[in-house]
């Protein structure tokens, strides 16, 4: 009994990529939205939310003894 393959769409392009190894640039459809997407990561299009931590003179030694 051979199972359905799952496909998932490419994150840059939206084209149907098969989930398998096989797919070489999985969840990407090529080489070239692989690289695309690299790109925005590289020049921070893309980023991912964090918290301001406080700088460390403003933390109390205290908390540590």
């Given at each position: 009994?051979?199972?359905?393959?799952?496909?998932?769409?490419?994150?840059?392009?939206?084209?149907?990529?098969?989930?398998e190894p096989?797919?070489?640039?999985?969840?990407?459809?090529?080489?070239?939205?692989?690289?695309?997407?690299?790109?925005?990561?590289?020049?921070?299009?893309y980023?991912?939310p964090?918290?301001?931590?406080?700088?460390?003179?403003?933390?109390?030694?205290?908390?540590?003894?």
């Amino acid at each position: 009994m051979s199972q359905a393959v799952r496909t998932v769409p490419c994150p840059t392009c939206g084209a149907a990529v098969r989930w398998e190894p096989a797919s070489q640039f999985r969840p990407f459809c090529s080489e070239r939205c692989k690289m695309i997407d690299l790109g925005e990561w590289a020049s921070e299009t893309y980023r991912v939310p964090a918290q301001e931590e406080s700088p460390d003179s403003e933390i109390d030694p205290s908390r540590y003894s």
